[in-house]
């Protein structure tokens, strides 16, 4: 699976942040992502790198990753959104994202282990 991730990896703390996730198979073929062999598609957030790692934040299929109609252009794509208070409760600072998916009984990172850089908001008087 191939996965492509439509933003700059940087957040601002304390804001709602939307990304848009596309899936690939190996022959570039947009993957339906209501297809029931998919137990699992994670978006995980945390301190480090690699598995080792619990998630600080973890949206999954329907709590944080929204398919979108899965026909035409549409197929194979999913809306990520992470809310406010789950960008305020990162921190501003350097984390690391990686995106899972598991179908049927193979797992496999879509998305390997990324930068995420979470700002703090600045408000001038």
């Not at 191939?2 to 993957?31: A, C, H, K, P, Y």
């Not at 598609?41 to 973890?58: M, N």
Request: overall charge negative; hydrophobic content about 45%.
């Amino acid at each position: 699976m191939m996965f492509d991730l439509i933003d700059e990896n940087s957040w601002l703390r304390g804001q709602v942040e939307e990304l848009v996730l596309t899936v690939m198979d190996e022959e570039n073929n947009l993957v339906d992502l209501t297809d029931p062999s998919i137990t699992a598609l994670e978006f995980r957030v945390k301190k480090s790198a690699g598995d080792a790692d619990p998630p600080v934040l973890s949206l999954s299929l329907g709590d944080g990753i929204t398919p979108r109609d899965q026909t035409g252009v549409n197929r194979g794509l999913a809306d990520i959104t992470a809310t406010a208070d789950q960008t305020f409760a990162l921190g501003a600072g350097l984390w690391h994202y990686d995106v899972l998916l598991i179908f049927g009984t193979k797992r496999k990172f879509v998305v390997d282990p990324s930068l995420l850089h979470v700002k703090d908001v600045v408000n001038f008087p």
